[in-house]
Nanobody, 116 residues
Framework: QVHLVESGGGLVQAGGSLRLSCAAS????????MGWFRQDPGKERELVAT???????YYADSVKGRFTISRDNERNTLSLQMNSLKPEDTARYYC??????????WGQGTQVTVSS
């Protein structure tokens, strides 16, 4: 079992930057895919970005070129650097881990609010 704790959220003006971090209680070395999701009240949860063990990444079109995902298997951390933030990026951001195919490890989330 791996527990995930996110941090780094907050209030930022449009065009600003934030860096989210996710600390894992156990090793993430063997977790195939780590990802960031986001959800705004009343909307469906959205996949933001993923990174696999080999470092391969995927980004949603809405964040491509603005967000960068990274993982540190030695420090058991996952990060999301968010630049050029837009009001539509406002959501609660969740860190998740998929040992195999399904994301079964989830954090409690951290709120990101972007003001216009």
């Amino acid at each position: 079992q791996v527990h995930l704790v996110e941090s780094g959220g907050g209030l930022v003006q449009a065009g600003g930057s934030l860096r989210l971090s996710c600390a894992a209680s156990g090793s993430i070395f063997s977790i195939d895919s780590m990802g960031w999701f986001r959800q705004d009240p009343g909307k469906e949860r959205e996949l933001v970005a993923t990174i696999n063990k080999g470092g391969g990444t995927y980004y949603a079109d809405s964040v491509k070129g603005r967000f960068t995902i990274s993982r540190d298997n030695e420090r058991n951390t996952l990060s999301l650097q968010m630049n050029s933030l837009k009001p539509e990026d406002t959501a609660r951001y969740y860190c998740a881990g998929a040992p195999l195919e399904a994301y079964i490890y989830w954090g409690q989330g951290t709120q990101v609010t972007v003001s216009s």
